[in-house]
């Protein structure tokens, strides 16, 4: 089975309407360059203060860094992976393993901005990320025998990676990885799982955490 991964609440969102007054925003805006139109705490940090769950917003760096570590996995590689991302507006989106995400923070904040704008990223023959019309019990429920577990450093710390998975190949895992930077998940993702896991004393980077899970799943299941 695939261990899939879901980066929930991340921070990837076009430039809200209410901050197109802010000119040093306005003047930077352009229709040709979908880069401009994402949101980005790093330029536009003074006036994000304005929105509401500011915190959570204006990160794509973090879901880009997750992506390329998870795509660039020997589990990915192997086809034993599925990625999804959640955004902080609840719109969900699937990464078709064969992917190659620009390592360009701009372009991949290009990549997003067409991605937000026209619900889709094709080549020639295939979607290589699609939407996935529904909510995340919805994509949970589309797996047979899921079982979810919502990463936190809150949740209970775990003794030994093996504690995480087991033998039951039928199941199928799913991690759940905030892509914020800072606060907490939301009612609605921790509505998801009772399963609170801690990997580590320590509050990690989301990219770390994603690295260690695959990395786990990768010796557990003797893919290399
Ligand atoms: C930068 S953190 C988000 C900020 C938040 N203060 C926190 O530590 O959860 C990004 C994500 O990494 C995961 N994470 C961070 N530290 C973790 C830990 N010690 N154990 C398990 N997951 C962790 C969580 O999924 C978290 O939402």
């Known amino acids: 089975m695939p261990l899939i991964i879901i980066f929930v609440e991340c921070g990837i969102e076009l430039i809200p309407q209410n901050l197109e007054k802010f000119s040093s925003i306005r ?19 003074s006036a994000m203060r304005i929105l509401k769950n500011f915190e959570k917003r204006g990160r794509p760096d973090i879901a880009h860094i997750c992506l390329l570590n998870a795509l660039g996995s020997i589990l ?27 390592k360009n923070y701009n372009r991949f904040k290009g990549l997003m901005g067409k991605l937000l704008i026209d619900g889709a990223i094709k080549s020639e023959n295939e979607y290589l990320i699609s939407q996935f019309e529904g909510d995340l019990e919805k994509l949970i429920s589309s797996f047979e025998k899921p079982e979810v577990l919502l ?19 039928d199941k199928n895992y799913i991690a759940i990885i ?6 907490s998940f939301s009612k609605e993702i921790m509505k998801l799982s009772e399963n ?4 580590s004393k320590y509050p990690l980077e989301a990219w770390i955490v994603t690295c260690k899970i695959i990395s786990f799943y990768e010796i557990f299941n003797k893919i290399e």
């Open 196 to 199: 609170l896991v801690s990997i």
């Open 178 to 183: 905030g892509g914020f930077q800072k606060g």
């Open 27 to 45: 003047r930077k805006l352009s229709s040709q360059n979908y880069s401009t139109l994402i949101l980005d705490n790093a330029l536009h940090h």
């Open 76 to 102: 990915n590689k192997k086809g034993y992976l599925k990625i999804y991302i959640h955004t902080i507006n609840n719109r969900i989106f699937e990464i078709n393993p064969v992917i190659r995400i620009a």
């Open 151 to 169: 990463f936190s450093r809150k949740g209970k710390q775990i003794k030994n990676f093996n504690d995480l998975f087991n033998n039951d190949i």
